[in-house]
């Protein structure tokens, strides 16, 4: 288990970008898969990005494929998500996640470590 700090996080207009970041503490974030889900109020918690653990390997939720990014830096234990074109439908609580514990990525309750979330909201 790591301790994950979401970041980043913000109001901003339809079109506009923006990067969040997810600081992992302690030496373990480099040998685990990440991913980043992300919920909104009323809804339930959906998968947004995966890489693996060497992060040759991303998949993208089809409403987020092409506009946004997956990334890490090992050497600073974080991870990114960089999001482009962002839209009203983008708005929800964006959440980090490491430790996948096997079996589907795409389901939230495989994965062990979640970051406290950071809210992004996107006005028309």
């Known amino acids: 288990q790591v301790q994950l700090v979401e970041s980043g996080g913000g109001l901003v207009q339809a079109g506009d970008s923006l990067r969040l970041s997810c600081a992992a503490s302690?030496?373990?974030?480099?040998?685990?898969?990440m991913g980043w889900f992300r919920q909104a109020p009323g809804k339930e918690r959906e998968f947004v990005a995966f890489?693996?653990?060497?992060?040759?390997?991303?998949d993208y939720a089809d409403s987020v494929k092409g506009r946004f990014t997956i990334s890490r830096d090992n050497t600073e234990n974080t991870m990114y998500l960089q999001m482009n074109s962002l839209k009203p439908e983008d708005t929800a609580v964006y959440y980090c996640?490491?430790?996948?514990?096997?079996?589907?990525?795409?389901?939230?309750?495989?994965?062990?470590?979640w970051g406290q979330g950071t809210q992004v909201t996107v006005s028309s």
């Open positions: 302690g030496r373990t974030f480099s040998g685990t898969a």
């Open positions: 890489a693996s653990l060497n992060g040759g390997n991303t």
């Open positions: 996640a490491a430790y996948l514990l096997g079996g589907n990525y795409r389901d939230s309750g495989r994965w062990r470590s």
